[in-house]
């Protein structure tokens, strides 16, 4: 059964009210990853496609950075679910080493966290949004720099909770560093598998 927003999602990109589209595509991506709707995602994922395809400017930034979420969303589905539906799973890179990480830092072995790690988690603790946006866009420079794969990770880890608790500006800017922190992981994840 399909949400509201989804629903009232395709009427609103043939209407050519692009930004309202988005809108409503990207609360239908919330709730479909939240209730692990794979035919929703799908349908949230064509529907981007077209408004990627019609908008321009801001909006179609926007809808592409909504058409990266989506595609990382799926990639957290199992493979046979999404074989089932015709989509061909692409390789988790990142996984594997967000999983080895977790263990590490379980364990007590992950390494002594930056100055500015450490400074984004209290300022996203404190909702300061902006600050943490700031802090963790000088440590992923600083790790992928030093080539520090944990500290990368954990970069990750809080990027994703930013993404979560960040608006407006802050959101479209964390969103662009989610998608180069995934980027850094997956060409550190590549080199592992030379």
Same mark, same amino acid.
């Given at each position: 059964?399909?949400?509201? %927003?989804?629903?009232c !999602?395709?009427?609103?990109?043939?209407? /050519?009210?692009?930004?309202? &589209? +988005?809108?409503?595509? %990207?609360? @239908?991506?919330?709730? !479909?990853?939240?209730?692990? =709707?794979?035919?929703?995602?799908?349908?949230?994922? %064509?529907?981007v496609?077209? *408004?990627?395809?019609?908008? @321009?400017?801001?909006?179609?930034?926007?809808?592409?950075?909504?058409?990266? =979420?989506?595609?990382?969303? +799926?990639?957290?589905?199992?493979? %046979? !679910?999404?074989?089932?539906?015709?989509?061909?799973?692409?390789?988790? *890179?990142?996984?594997?080493?967000? &999983?080895?990480? =977790? *263990?590490?830092?379980?364990?007590?072995?992950?390494? /002594? =966290?930056?100055?500015?790690? @450490?400074?984004?988690?209290?300022?996203?603790?404190?909702?300061? &949004?902006?600050?943490?946006?700031? *802090?963790?866009?000088?440590?992923?420079?600083?790790?992928?720099?030093?080539?520090?794969?944990?500290?990368?990770?954990?970069?990750? #880890?809080?990027?994703?909770?930013? $993404? #979560?608790? $960040? @608006?407006?500006?802050?959101r479209? &800017?964390?969103?662009?560093?989610?998608?180069?922190?995934?980027?850094?992981?997956g060409?550190?994840?590549?080199?592992?598998?030379?």
């Open positions: 059964m399909k949400t509201r %927003e989804l629903t !999602a395709g009427p609103a990109l043939d209407a /050519g009210d692009f930004t309202e &589209a +988005l809108f409503l595509l %990207e609360q @239908s991506r919330r709730v !479909a990853v939240a209730q692990r =709707k794979l035919d929703g995602l799908l349908e949230v994922r %064509e529907l496609a077209r *408004l990627s395809s019609r908008s @321009s400017g801001r909006t179609r930034d926007a809808s592409q950075r909504l058409a990266w =979420k989506v595609d990382a969303d +799926l990639r957290g589905f199992p493979a %046979e !679910a999404l074989e089932a539906v015709g989509v061909e799973p692409e390789p988790d *890179l990142v996984g594997p080493l967000v &999983a080895a990480w =977790k *263990l590490r830092t379980l364990a007590g072995n992950a390494p /002594g =966290k930056t100055r500015e790690l @450490s400074q984004a988690r209290t300022a996203l603790e404190e909702g300061d &949004a902006a600050m943490a946006l700031f *802090l963790l866009q000088q440590a992923r420079r600083v790790a992928v720099a030093q080539r520090k794969l944990d500290e990368l990770l954990e970069v990750y #880890e809080l990027v994703q909770v930013l $993404s #979560e608790r $960040s @608006s407006g500006r802050t479209a &800017a964390t969103d662009q560093l989610v998608i180069k922190v995934d980027s850094d992981l060409a550190f994840a590549a080199e592992a598998n030379i």
